[in-house]
């Protein structure tokens, strides 16, 4: 069974930090391209980052300059590191494969006060 659990949310103050972490089990990891996404209340799921297996990165405009996506393939591990943030980036955030087959995980709350 492939599992995601997302972890690392909370409140913060703009222009606060915060670094969500993603675990995956029961896949071949290192094989598999990455994603951040995030829904917003009343919006639907949006792509936030994506990190392939080479470590090559893309960003929606929005949080470029201010969002790290990375991996740890050895601990199955991807990460979001949010920087200068904005009560535009509150959402619940989640992690999948590019190609979303994975079932999603809980996600975690992101809540940025203005």
Known sequence: QVQLVESGGGLVQTGGSLRL?????????????????????????????????????????????????????????????????KPGDTAVYYCNGVFREIPWGQGTQVTVSS
Do not use: H
């Open 21 to 85: 972490s993603c675990a995956v089990s029961g896949t071949i990891f290192e094989k598999i391209p990455m994603s951040w996404y995030r829904q917003a209340p009343g919006k639907q799921r949006e792509l936030v980052a994506q990190i392939s297996t080479a470590g090559t990165t893309n960003y929606i405009a929005s949080v470029k300059g201010r969002f790290t996506i990375s991996r740890d393939n050895a601990k199955n591990m991807v990460y979001l590191q949010m920087n200068s943030l």
